[in-house]
């Protein structure tokens, strides 16, 4: 199975940025935009995986350190990572101590259980768009001006699979922890 562990977010905060995403996509010529049900923060990409009960056992103990509790989630800004075939474009995610306390702490715990995880710093962000090439007549910047911040309670993190079923990329927990 192919795997992450990451926070889901409300029905509301969905619907927020699936308007977003729909109107990037009214003005875009071309571009694979985020499905309403795919929206998440990935905390940590696992991939290829059976070890289900490993996984678990490291997000469990991730949780139980006295530094991870429960925080609130500011979602803000647009951004982009520039790609030849057309552009990747981002909600930001607000600067978070205890965010980045949670990342540290699953990624330390899937590492001390055998899992391989890409070492590299954690930069928290949600993609709207793949390979997106806006109109012309599109201006980003007054765009950016109009997505209000959103803010979310986070109180678990889910243990989420990745698979294509009918052509359509589906993401499913399976398994989640709750944060205190």
């Known amino acids: 199975m192919r795997l992450f562990?990451?926070?889901?977010?409300?029905?509301e905060?969905?619907?927020d940025l699936f308007k977003i995403?729909?109107?990037?996509?009214?003005?875009?010529?071309?571009g694979n935009f985020?499905?309403?049900?795919?929206?998440?923060?990935?905390?940590?990409?696992?991939?290829?995986?059976?070890?289900l009960?490993?996984?678990?056992?490291?997000?469990?103990?991730?949780?139980?350190?006295?530094?991870?509790?429960?925080?609130t989630l500011s979602i803000e800004g647009l951004g982009k990572f520039n790609r030849r075939e057309g552009d990747i474009y981002w909600a930001g995610i607000k600067n978070n101590s205890l965010l980045s306390q949670l990342n540290k702490a699953i990624v330390?715990?899937?590492?001390?259980?055998?899992?391989?995880?890409?070492?590299?710093?954690?930069?928290?962000?949600l993609t709207l768009g793949r390979k997106v090439v806006f109109?012309?007549?599109?201006?980003?910047?007054?765009?950016?001006?109009?997505?209000?911040?959103?803010?979310m309670a986070v109180n678990r993190v889910s243990l989420m699979k990745s698979e294509t079923i009918g052509g359509q990329l589906i993401y499913t927990e399976i398994y989640h922890c709750d944060l205190i």
Request: aromatic share 10%; no cysteine.
């Open 53 to 71: 009960k490993d996984i678990q056992k490291a997000m469990n103990m991730a949780i139980e350190q006295p530094e991870i509790k429960s925080f």
């Open 21 to 30: 995403t729909q109107y990037m996509k009214q003005n875009s010529i071309k």
């Open 5 to 11: 562990i990451a926070v889901n977010f409300t029905p």
């Open 135 to 151: 109109k012309n007549t599109f201006d980003i910047e007054e765009f950016k001006k109009t997505i209000p911040p959103m803010e």
């Open 108 to 125: 330390k715990e899937l590492r001390n259980s055998g899992f391989i995880i890409e070492d590299r710093e954690y930069r928290p962000h």
């Open 34 to 51: 985020t499905k309403k049900d795919n929206f998440h923060l990935t905390i940590a990409f696992i991939g290829e995986s059976n070890a």
């Open 13 to 15: 905060i969905k619907s």
